[in-house]
């Protein structure tokens, strides 16, 4: 269940109540892709750095160990040791960037794993049983996120048959929710609008999919190559036209500005793989932009990296004693890293929740992209 708290111009303050707990939002998921943040991220961990949300991916869960086996365990939240909301995509976006791998038919689409090289056909009821036995909190709809540039004729067809495609996800999610054996019957769905960058087939396309009522709808389909302009012009033209007492999830996005720009234009779930993968190779973000710690001027820096952060970097080791770690190759220099920007951007999101609540969001947001830039 979705409960507008405020809207200040288009930004939106909610709660999501659900089975695993209330997610406050503007949220940022913190992506786990096979089960874990990759950089040594516990889900202990997770907690003392303020994730409301972890992300997973059901192409990797499916390969490796297989839903099946994380099913015969009692589902993801048991297999990884957390108890707060758990999202996961389709597999759609990992299948479709198998582009040299893979074959799209109206039942699914014929591909072949990363891993193995087996073939797999994963199709929107099979999206939904794998979702169902991973049992997580959210589950995303079977979508096609067409290649970009794409003709606008291509484009049509892909989303005709995405909508098709999310009819059937939600079927079969309703199916799968009445089971005696499935293990959260109160799983969400999710439907993603797709469109590209032509504004008229996203609006149509986000107008048919309201009407199905489901529990939340994602913009999907943009960072994948066009321009952060063009990215905010779509949202602005698009999420009106999506249920305002609804989530709105940005797949994918982006950077502490990206979502700034965002948050203002009606977006109010968001993820991206940016802090943890950046982290991974010793750039931080702080307010004041981004360091890269490799830098030989941090040799003899014994601040944090920044100061007054209260993450489990900055609470105790220097910006000299990581990069120490970082050249070193010793992991916990990339897992400080990582833990420090995962913590940078669940504080960013607090930030913005209360300036949304005070009705200040457009003079927060100035002065917050004022300082990074």
Not at 227 to 233: F, I
Request: glycine share 8%; charged share 25%.
């Amino acid at each position: 269940m979705y409960k507008l708290l405020n809207v200040d111009g288009r930004a939106k303050r909610a709660e999501v109540h659900t089975v695993h707990g209330v997610i406050q939002t503007p949220v940022f998921m913190n992506v786990g892709t096979a089960g874990a943040i990759k950089g040594a991220v516990s889900s202990m961990d997770l907690k003392e750095i303020k994730c409301q949300v972890e992300l997973s991916n059901t192409y990797h869960l499916h390969v490796r160990p297989g839903d099946d086996v994380i099913k015969k365990l009692g589902g993801l939240h048991k297999f990884m040791v957390w108890d707060r909301p758990i999202l996961t995509d389709s597999g759609g976006f990992q299948v479709f960037s198998l582009s040299g791998l893979r074959k799209i038919k109206e039942e699914g689409v014929y591909f072949s794993s990363h891993v193995d090289g087996r073939k797999i056909f994963m199709g929107p009821e099979e999206s939904m049983q794998i979702q169902s036995n991973i049992a997580s909190t959210i589950a995303m709809a079977f979508d096609e996120c067409a290649p970009y540039p794409a003709t606008r004729e291509y484009m049509q067809n892909s989303v005709d048959r995405t909508t098709r495609w999310l009819k059937r996800c939600k079927t079969e999610m309703n199916r799968l929710n009445s089971l005696e054996d499935t293990i959260n019957k109160k799983q969400m769905l999710f439907g993603i609008n797709q469109g590209g960058t032509y504004e008229d087939i996203r609006i149509e396309h986000a107008k048919v999919i309201s009407e199905l009522d489901l529990d939340g709808y994602a913009v999907g389909g943009l960072a994948v190559g066009e321009s952060h302009e063009e990215m905010y012009r779509i949202l602005e033209e698009v999420v009106p036209h999506l249920p305002q007492n609804k989530p709105t999830y940005l797949m994918g996005v982006g950077t502490p500005i990206n979502i700034l720009e965002s948050v203002e234009r009606g977006v109010d779930f968001f993820d991206c793989v940016y802090p943890a993968r950046n982290g991974r190779h010793g750039h931080v973000y702080t307010n004041f932009g981004k360091l890269n710690l490799w830098n030989a001027k941090f040799q003899l820096d014994d601040r944090p990296i920044e100061e007054g952060c209260q993450c489990p970097a900055c609470k105790h080791y220097s910006r000299a004693y990581i990069r120490h770690l970082l050249k070193a190759k010793e992991m916990l220099g990339m897992r400080l890293c990582v833990l420090h920007n995962l913590y940078f951007y669940n504080t960013l999101m607090e930030e913005i929740r209360e300036a949304i609540d005070k009705n200040e969001y457009q003079e927060y947001k100035n002065n917050k992209i004022e300082n990074m830039l």
